[in-house]
């Protein structure tokens, strides 16, 4: 069963690039490594998904190392709207198709 | 417009009594999930579907049921609730698992 870690909150202020690491050891070989970003009262959104290396949409990077034992979700030049818990998702090691979220980071952006 | 649905948004019950919580998606998707929300443990797949008529558990199924008869409606059953089942309910789709996950607005379900 996959497990995985992430910081439960973090600060920062307007403008600072921000970078979310999650950990998750046991994932699966082939899966993606994807980001969700949610705000209160609502479901989980879409941020960016990758396999390795880096990946790089309008929004945000994501950098996962070779052995895929973690993943860091970077926000540049976060804003106040940015406030919200980002999730990591991966799929799990075993013999399923079960996925796996991480517990999830309060990122708090001050002005 | 592309969206999940669920209903009820927000259900008061006793324990004991059977509820179901609808869900239903409009994209054509293959693979639909439960998951459930509660403070400090984020967000945790309770069953997920591959496909039509066929569901499997997630991390946490005790308690809950599921189906898949049609592509489109995945419900979620509990057939008698108790009150560690009080808890934030998300419907999920997506076209395969590995793809981008839609999400509904969530059931906020309370169990005294």
């Known amino acids: 069963l996959a497990k995985t870690t992430q910081p439960i909150s973090m600060d920062s202020y307007e403008g600072q690039e921000v970078n979310i690491t999650c950990s998750h050891n046991?994932?699966?070989?082939?899966?993606?490594i994807t980001w969700y970003q949610q705000f209160p009262s609502q479901g989980p959104r879409f941020i960016i998904q990758?396999?390795?290396t880096k990946v790089t949409n309008e929004v945000a990077s994501l950098f996962i190392p070779a052995d895929r034992k973690s993943s860091t979700l970077s926000l540049p030049r976060v804003s106040l709207s940015d406030t919200a818990v980002y999730y990591c998702?991966?799929?799990?090691?075993?013999?399923?198709?079960?996925?796996?979220f991480g517990t999830g980071t309060l990122l708090a952006v001050q002005p | 417009e592309a969206q999940v649905t669920q209903n009820p948004r927000y259900l008061i019950t006793v324990t004991g009594k059977k509820l179901t919580v609808t869900c239903s998606q409009n994209?054509?998707?293959?693979?639909m999930s439960w998951y459930r929300q509660d403070p400090g443990l984020g967000l945790r797949q309770i069953y997920y579907?591959?496909?039509?008529?066929?569901?499997d558990k997630g991390d946490v199924p005790e308690g809950y049921k599921v189906s898949r008869k049609e592509k489109r409606n995945f419900p979620l059953i509990l057939e008698s609730p108790s009150p560690n089942q009080t808890s934030l309910y998300f419907c999920?789709?997506?076209?395969?698992?590995?793809?981008?996950?839609?999400f509904g607005p969530g059931t906020r379900l309370l169990v005294l």
């Open positions: 990758g396999y390795k």
């Open positions: 579907s591959m496909n039509v008529e066929v569901t």
């Open positions: 999920a789709s997506s076209l395969g698992r590995e793809e981008t996950q839609y």
């Open positions: 046991n994932i699966a070989t082939n899966d993606y």
């Open positions: 994209m054509n998707h293959e693979y």
């Open positions: 998702l991966v799929g799990d090691g075993g013999a399923t198709n079960k996925l796996i």
